[in-house]
């Protein structure tokens, strides 16, 4: 793929520059300002693709317009879909969480230290923008650790209780829909809003950016982390 973006930067420049960059397996995703520069993306890829014949499939968009163009190809368009792993409403164009990797690995067989930590590994959270939740399954793991719990040991009455409560919570991440556009263009007037806290079990911080628009003004979530406390 890198020789065909060579081979064809003249020919195709917009697509070839991003093939080399945008490219990550065997997935590809970018974006643009508005629904014609999109749509000329999406016109140059496939033309260049096609010099391999290397189809493209599964198409994804927040473009209505070039939905609709897809639509009088034939294309099934999927309202929800994932990009990189990541759940995303393209109607709405925000991205969310699905609990079901989570729950469905919790809800097998009995509780122990080993399924929690399995199922808390499933938790897939980039940029952290659900780690506040995370952060209390990793909490009941360490404490199963603090009270020396072997790894295939039922879970203590109040650790059981804690995991149990936590995994019925998990499916309101449905209704949790975060905007994928941080809303910031290259001319607008920003400014990034950082927020840390700390309890004696774990400290995290938050990052924000506040843009400034003519029609008015946007704060979206960026990015979290998270660390649980130190035992000493």
Not at 37 to 52: D, S
Not at 57 to 69: H, M, T, Y
Not at 197 to 225: F, P, Q
Request: some cysteine; proline content about 4%.
């Amino acid at each position: 793929m890198q020789q065909l973006a060579t081979t064809h930067k003249d020919t195709f420049p917009t697509a070839a520059t991003l093939v080399d960059r945008s490219t990550f397996m065997d997935d590809f995703v970018a974006g643009a300002e508005d629904d014609n520069a999109v749509i000329a993306i999406y016109y140059q890829l496939t033309a260049l693709m096609q010099k391999y014949s290397f189809p493209m499939g599964k198409w994804a968009s927040n473009s209505e317009l070039l939905r609709n163009i897809w639509k009088v190809g034939g294309l099934e368009i999927k309202p929800i879909t994932q990009v990189l792993g990541v759940s995303w409403d393209i109607t709405r164009d925000t991205i969310f969480t699905d609990h079901r990797d989570v729950t469905d690995k919790a809800h097998e067989g009995p509780s122990t230290k080993r399924q929690l930590l399995q199922a808390t590994s499933r938790f897939y959270v980039p940029m952290g923008v659900m780690s506040q939740v995370l952060i209390t399954g990793k909490l009941i793991f360490q404490n199963s650790w603090c009270k020396g719990v072997g790894w295939d040991e039922l879970l203590p009455d109040d650790l059981g209780t804690r995991w149990s409560n936590w995994v019925k919570l998990l499916p309101d991440l449905l209704d949790i829909h975060i905007p994928r556009w941080v809303g910031a263009r290259g001319k607008d007037n920003c400014q990034i809003h950082v927020f840390c806290d700390a309890s004696e079990g774990a400290y995290g911080a938050v990052l924000y950016i506040r843009s400034t628009h003519r029609t008015g003004t946007l704060a979206r979530i960026v990015c979290s982390k998270n660390r649980l406390a130190p035992l000493k």
